[in-house]
């Protein structure tokens, strides 16, 4: 059974930093494309970030230059380092599994990944 656990989250002022970990159970990440996506309040889900087997990365444009995906292999988890954090970036962060095996294509829609975690609460405000 595939599980995926988030961590991390927290209330960071404008400007600030958090690290955000998945950590994958019954899937090996060296082999599936691993994303990171967010829900704001009333908002729809949105893609943020995603890393593949061979270490590709994709970014939304939202979040480029700021956000750094990554991955430690020996761990099996995935990492969001967020810098320079804005109150828009206030959501629900929630990583994902891409269903299928050793596909070098990054897909940003949510319907292409199969497993998913709890998700964790990104809040930033003075």
């Known amino acids: 059974q595939v599980q995926l656990v988030e961590s991390g989250g927290g209330l960071v002022q404008p400007g600030g930093s958090l690290r955000l970990s998945c950590a994958a159970s019954?899937?090996?990440?060296?082999?599936?494309?691993m994303g990171w996506f967010r829900q704001a309040p009333g908002k729809e889900r949105e893609f943020v970030a995603a890393?593949?087997?061979?270490?590709?990365?994709r970014y939304a444009d939202s979040v480029q230059g700021r956000f750094t995906i990554s991955r430690d292999i020996s761990k099996n988890t995935v990492y969001l380092q967020m810098n320079n954090l804005k109150p828009e970036d206030t959501a629900v962060y929630s990583c994902?599994?891409?269903?299928?095996?050793?596909?070098?294509?990054?897909?940003?829609?949510?319907?292409?990944?199969?497993?998913w975690g709890q998700g964790t609460q990104v809040t930033v405000s003075s």
């Open positions: 994902a599994s891409d269903r299928r095996r050793l596909s070098t294509v990054i897909i940003d829609r949510g319907p292409d990944y199969d497993y």
């Open positions: 890393i593949n087997w061979r270490g590709g990365i």
């Open positions: 019954g899937r090996t990440i060296s082999e599936y494309a």
